[in-house]
């Protein structure tokens, strides 16, 4: 069992930023490929980033790319979603999730968080 806890929502302005970090504990989480998925209004949840165990490779968004900057520390148990530019469409609610395969489908992601909100205003 992991359990993901997210940090670091809140409501910025257009063009700004903001960095969520997700504490993981439970098993061991360097096993792990750590993701993140967002949520906006009356839309479905699609990937935004993740991250191998060894935080080597990275895939992204197409429309995050070059904006956001997903991370980890293994010795903290905690990977980042480093958000800079912010747009009114970044919007969202956004989970951490872990999973044992190297994926960006929301079903290959077994424990989740219970996500940060995330306000962008113009």
């Known amino acids: 069992q992991v359990q993901l806890v997210e940090s670091g929502g809140g409501l910025v302005q257009a063009g700004g930023s903001l960095r969520l970090s997700c504490a993981a504990s439970?098993?061991?989480?360097?096993?792990?490929?750590m993701g993140w998925f967002r949520q906006a209004p009356g839309k479905e949840q699609e990937f935004v980033a993740r991250?191998?165990?060894?935080?080597?490779?990275?895939a992204y968004l197409d429309s995050v790319k070059g904006q956001f900057t997903i991370s980890r520390d293994n010795a903290k148990n905690t990977v980042y979603l480093q958000m800079s530019s912010l747009k009114l469409e970044d919007t969202a609610v956004y989970y951490c999730?872990?999973?044992?395969?190297?994926?960006?489908?929301?079903?290959?992601?077994?424990?989740w968080g219970k996500g940060t909100q995330v306000t962008v205003s113009s």
């Open positions: 999730a872990s999973a044992n395969v190297d994926s960006t489908k929301r079903g290959d992601y077994t424990y």
């Open positions: 439970g098993r061991t989480f360097s096993s792990y490929v």
């Open positions: 991250i191998r165990w060894n935080g080597g490779r990275t």
